[in-house]
């Protein structure tokens, strides 16, 4: 999308690649939203599971999985060049340039209610703004306020069919994410 509005819900996007920039979603829309979502196993050189480059846009995800997604360079996960929110999203298991890369001096990434795990090259190369109750890891996203995790494995099952629209990761027996969240930013449904 460029230039637009854009708005996906209750989707998955698997198994795309391309040879530069967002392997699961390109985007320089205006504004972006994405909800109830799984982006998985898509690869590119920048940003395998979602690119996100605009001058004033804005990209909110909520309640989405980020896992299992490639980059060559940078973002497994996520590259954000803008302003990026995510709540209730489990961003794991991506492989090259970590989980969230954030550009120099341009993008921004707050978290709330979301955990960060298991992404190869980190799962953040700079600090990101926590609104609280996340979880890291390994303590690369910086996250101290409240409610927030670091440092700590969520024990998360791998990525499967938990019932939704979409597939998760379920948590194992004694993970510290459970009951762990902040009720006013939680979802009706789990």
Known sequence: ANGSLLTVASSTLSGNSSG???GGVWSRAASATFTNLTISGNSADD???IY???QAASL?????TISGNTATLNGGG?????LVTMTNVT?????GGGGVYVTGGQGEVQLGNSILASNTGGNANVALTSLGYNIDSDGTAGFANT??????????DPLSDNGGSTLTH???AGSPAIDAADPALAPNVD
Do not use: I
């Open 20 to 22: 530069s920039e967002g």
């Open 47 to 49: 940003g395998g599971g």
């Open 52 to 54: 996100h480059s605009n």
């Open 60 to 64: 909110s995800l909520t309640n989405v």
């Open 78 to 82: 996520v590259y954000a060049a803008e």
């Open 91 to 95: 961003l794991a298991f991506n492989l």
């Open 147 to 156: 409610g927030d995790q670091s440092g700590v494995d969520p024990l998360l």
């Open 170 to 172: 379920a948590l194992q």
